[in-house]
């Protein structure tokens, strides 16, 4: 008997076609995500990386500080 013969009747062929099918909703999924986002998200996303944790002037906001004394 060979191995082929053993995998081919144990009935594995179902998990096979789940996942296939998870595979295309989830690439669906991403593909629809990525065309609902809008341009100026994805370029502040891309540009995070690069980012050195300080904000454009225009997006500084002032933090109100708080004392407790």
Do not use: C, W
Not at 10 to 37: C, D, K, N, R
């Amino acid at each position: 008997m060979k191995l082929s013969d053993i995998m081919g009747n144990s009935g594995l062929a179902l998990y096979a076609e789940i996942a296939l099918v998870l595979f295309i909703v989830v690439f669906v999924a991403i593909v629809v995500q990525i065309f609902a986002t809008r341009r100026s998200d994805m370029d502040r996303q891309a540009r995070l990386p690069l980012d050195d944790g300080e904000r454009p002037a225009k997006e500084n906001k002032p933090v109100k500080e708080n004392h407790h004394d």
